[in-house]
């Protein structure tokens, strides 16, 4: 993570956001839309072009872009019947053209899944400040994507609540210094990221296999889509959250701990040397650590209410079960193991996950998938971009394979 100065004197800061209409994205527009000092230069997104007509009519961004050619077209024709000005393109090349305008100051990367690291990566080589929600670009290409922000001058800050958290308890010359920095010669022990647990925190595990679409994804405190909120019941969100604070923060994997709050009220915490440890509070809400990254090192009015104290009725901490949470120890293994890992990890939990939201697999099946994807590629290599890709498009292969043989 490399942060350079910014002019914050700007009228105004044009911004970008990559996937406006998933729940990120829609945060961003509600903090942009309660600060003018930030206007929307474009909007891009998959297939809801019912949303993105609601966005462009409100935000007049200067361009748009949609996923296919057919979405791209409705919103189009429904825009032009608006009188609407904003410039309509589909495809993830002309994502990335966008993100590289000189006219963009921020990139929001909002994009779930390994569809947002090129449109990423591009933003990354423009050297602009990006704003990274999307943890797949790290978990897919950690060293190629910190080596890029470090060759380009991009700024990097993290909008994971919990990234933003370990951020905030930085020192400021850590977080100046990012992927550069020491956190033993800054006084840190460990960084302690924290997990609510998910819904089935407390269900018996023997009934885990039969969990339901609904129930998983129910989030008990965050609002968040569907394909994250599966994650988080799995806790391979943890573990991606895991691989993606190795690269953040320069960390080995000794550097790391998960801890349990089903709270999620502490967002996660810095342990010191001396004994102190530093902790980032709030409500759980996204618009806090986005208000963060899109001011820093400003702060502003993100419309999140304070946390009442008065309200709390008790913070708990517990380690995490990995034989309750298999997806996570798996996440956390690849991490140690390296960048094919950790891509063909990422890879796989996205076909697994796709799999179960469509009924195909059940909720324990998705941790079997996984591992034997894993299991089947322990050579694969991952130094370019290329290999990457490639890797990516293996693992996908393979995990294809295991559904239509073993679940159909």
């Known amino acids: 993570m490399i942060l350079n100065t910014f002019d914050v004197n700007h009228n105004q800061q044009q911004v970008c956001i990559l996937g406006s209409t998933g729940s990120i994205g829609v945060s961003t527009l509600d903090v942009i839309r309660q600060n003018p000092q930030f206007s929307v230069f474009a909007l891009t997104a998959g297939k809801n072009d019912t949303l993105m007509l609601a966005q462009c009519i409100e935000f007049k961004p200067d361009f748009a872009v949609m996923h296919d050619e057919q979405s791209a077209g409705r919103l189009k024709s429904a825009l032009h019947s608006h009188n609407s000005e904003t410039k309509v393109f589909s495809s993830t090349s002309a994502m990335c053209d966008l993100v590289k305008a000189h006219e963009v100051d921020i990139v929001m990367s909002a994009i779930v899944g390994a569809a947002g690291l090129l449109p990423t990566l591009a933003a990354v080589e423009a050297g602009k400040k990006v704003l990274l929600a999307n943890k797949e670009s790290l978990v897919m290409s950690g060293q190629l994507f910190i080596d890029k922000v470090k060759k380009h001058g991009a700024t990097l800050l993290p909008i994971d609540s919990e990234h933003n958290a370990i951020f905030q308890c930085l020192p400021r010359k850590m977080q100046k210094s990012g992927?550069?920095?020491?956190?033993?010669?800054?006084?840190?022990?460990?960084?302690?990221?924290?997990?609510?647990?998910?819904?089935?925190?407390?269900?018996?595990?023997?009934?885990?296999?039969?969990?339901?679409?609904?129930?998983?994804?129910?989030?008990?405190?965050?609002?968040?889509?569907?394909?994250?909120?599966?994650?988080?019941?799995?806790?391979?969100?943890?573990?991606?959250?895991?691989?993606?604070?190795?690269?953040?923060?320069?960390?080995?994997?000794?550097?790391?701990?998960?801890?349990?709050?089903?709270?999620?009220?502490?967002?996660?915490?810095?342990?010191?040397?001396?004994?102190?440890?530093?902790?980032?509070?709030?409500?759980?809400?996204?618009?806090?650590?986005?208000?963060?990254?899109?001011?820093?090192?400003?702060?502003?009015?993100?419309?999140?209410?304070?946390?009442?104290?008065?309200?709390?009725?008790?913070?708990?901490?517990?380690?995490?079960?990995?034989?309750?949470?298999?997806?996570?120890?798996?996440?956390?293994?690849?991490?140690?193991?390296?960048?094919?890992?950790?891509?063909?990890?990422?890879?796989?939990?996205?076909?697994?996950?796709?799999?179960?939201?469509?009924?195909?697999?059940?909720?324990?099946?998705?941790?079997?998938?996984?591992?034997?994807?894993?299991?089947?590629?322990?050579?694969?290599?991952?130094?370019?971009?290329?290999?990457?890709?490639?890797?990516?498009?293996?693992?996908?292969?393979?995990?294809?394979?295991?559904?239509?043989?073993?679940f159909a």
């Not at 998938?369 to 089947?376: D, H, S, Y």
């Open 179 to 406: 992927h550069n920095g020491n956190l033993l010669e800054q006084g840190i022990s460990k960084i302690l990221l924290t997990g609510s647990g998910g819904p089935f925190l407390k269900r018996d595990v023997n009934t885990l296999s039969s969990v339901t679409v609904d129930e998983a994804v129910a989030h008990p405190n965050w609002s968040m889509g569907r394909k994250i909120s599966v994650d988080s019941a799995t806790m391979m969100n943890k573990g991606l959250e895991f691989i993606e604070a190795k690269w953040l923060f320069n960390a080995s994997v000794d550097d790391i701990e998960v801890v349990i709050h089903p709270q999620s009220i502490i967002h996660s915490m810095v342990q010191y040397r001396d004994g102190s440890v530093l902790a980032q509070m709030g409500n759980p809400d996204m618009r806090t650590p986005i208000a963060h990254a899109l001011a820093y090192p400003s702060r502003i009015d993100s419309g999140v209410k304070p946390l009442d104290f008065t309200s709390v009725a008790d913070f708990s901490f517990t380690a995490p079960d990995l034989s309750r949470y298999p997806n996570l120890k798996l996440a956390m293994d690849a991490c140690r193991l390296g960048q094919a890992a950790t891509t063909v990890i990422n890879a796989a939990n996205e076909v697994a996950v796709s799999a179960f939201l469509s009924n195909k697999v059940g909720f324990t099946d998705i941790y079997k998938i996984n591992a034997q994807v894993l299991n089947k590629m322990p050579s694969a290599q991952a130094i370019t971009l290329d290999d990457i890709l490639d890797v990516d498009k293996n693992a996908r292969i393979y995990a294809f394979e295991i559904i239509n043989k073993e």
